[in-house]
């Protein structure tokens, strides 16, 4: 192969694995909006109901009173482009992308008392010097 054909499969070969997501998180939450999510969930649905639209919280925890707060997380990544440099993905790597977190606070009847939904921008850095 010349030179030339080789950088270019090159660049082609990066961009193909660039374009590659990484996700994590409860798939529920994946094609949710804010408003899609408050059409699903009202106050006093239970938690059986709410285990029914979007399966186990990621992490449970209480308020000082008692009160249940489930959180739902969904995040989805890509490489840097960073990662396809040679000897240099191995000091500075990682990855980026957006991150949906939905937290469900249950009263003491373990109904919806409220909810939110909330979108971010994240980062994960992975190479020696992150």
Same mark, same amino acid.
């Given at each position: 192969?010349?030179?030339?054909?080789?950088?270019?499969?090159?660049?082609?070969?990066?961009?193909?694995?660039?374009?590659?997501?990484?996700?994590?998180?409860?798939?529920?939450?994946?094609?949710?909006?804010?408003?899609?999510?408050?059409a *699903?969930?009202?106050?006093?649905?239970?938690q059986? &109901?709410?285990?029914? /639209? $979007?399966? @186990?919280?990621?992490?449970?925890?209480?308020?000082?009173?008692?009160?249940e707060?489930?959180?739902?997380?969904?995040?989805?990544?890509?490489?840097?482009?960073?990662?396809?440099?040679?000897?240099?993905?191995?000091v *500075?790597?990682?990855?980026?992308?957006?991150?949906? &977190?939905?937290?469900? /606070? $249950?009263? @003491?009847?373990?109904?919806?008392?409220?909810?939110?939904?909330a979108?971010?921008?994240?980062?994960?850095?992975?190479?020696?010097l992150?």
């Amino acid at each position: 192969m010349p030179d030339v054909t080789k950088i270019v499969f090159a660049i082609l070969v990066c961009a193909g694995l660039a374009a590659c997501g990484t996700t994590a998180g409860n798939e529920s939450l994946r094609d949710e909006t804010s408003a899609s999510v408050d059409a *699903k969930l009202s106050k006093g649905m239970t938690q059986t &109901e709410v285990r029914g /639209l $979007f399966g @186990d919280p990621i992490s449970l925890s209480f308020t000082d009173g008692g009160k249940e707060i489930w959180r739902y997380r969904f995040d989805l990544l890509q490489p840097k482009a960073v990662n396809f440099i040679p000897y240099v993905n191995l000091v *500075k790597s990682g990855q980026e992308g957006k991150r949906k &977190e939905l937290v469900i /606070l $249950f009263n @003491d009847e373990q109904l919806v008392e409220k909810h939110t939904m909330a979108n971010s921008a994240i980062e994960v850095n992975t190479g020696l010097l992150d």
